[in-house]
C-alpha cells in the first residue's frame, strides 16, 4: 500500500467498511467512527488515507489513517463502554496527530501485490 493512497478498510466477519462524519462520538466527544455498507460497498466516508512514512507502508511499520473527508485522525484513547462489551474501548477520529493515532499490524491478510505494483517496482524506465 503506498502512502498517501486512499484506501478502505472492511471488516471481513460483516463486510462493512470502517466510516466516520460529523457525528460526536459518545464516549469521548471526538468525532464518530462506525461500519457502513454491505459486502465491502459503501460511500465516500469509508475512505481513509494512509499516512506514513517511505513510499510504502510495510509491515511492522507504524501507521495512521486519516479521514479523506473530514480529515480527522482514526484513534483509540482510554474510554471504554461498558455494555455491550465490558472493556472494549472506543475507537474515533481525532482532529489532531497523536500517539493515540498510531496503528501497527499484527495480523491480517497476506495480498500478492498487483500487478502495476510489480510493473513499478522492477521496471523504472517506464
Known amino acids: 500500500v503506498r502512502c498517501g493512497q486512499a484506501i478502505r478498510l472492511t471488516h471481513l466477519g460483516t463486510g462493512r467498511n470502517l466510516h466516520s462524519h460529523r457525528f460526536a462520538s459518545p464516549l469521548s466527544g ?7 455498507g454491505e459486502a ?7 475512505d481513509w488515507t494512509v499516512v506514513c512514512s517511505g513510499t510504502y507502508w ?9 479521514h479523506t473527508s473530514t ?3 482514526l484513534s483509540v484513547t482510554g474510554e471504554q463502554y461498558g455494555r455491550p462489551i465490558h472493556g ?12 493515540n493515532n498510531y496503528w501497527k ?3 491480517g491478510i497476506f495480498m500478492q501485490p498487483s500487478e502495476a505494483f510489480k510493473a513499478e517496482r ?5
Open 30 to 36: 471526538n468525532q464518530e467512527v462506525s461500519a457502513f
Open 71 to 73: 480529515d480527522v485522525f
Open 122 to 126: 522492477y521496471h523504472t524506465e517506464l
Open 40 to 46: 465491502g460497498e459503501g460511500d465516500y466516508l469509508d
Open 58 to 66: 510495510v509491515r511492522d511499520d507504524e501507521v495512521r489513517f486519516q
Open 105 to 107: 499490524v499484527m495480523e
Open 88 to 99: 472494549q474501548k472506543e475507537v474515533h477520529g481525532m482532529a489532531t496527530s497523536s500517539q
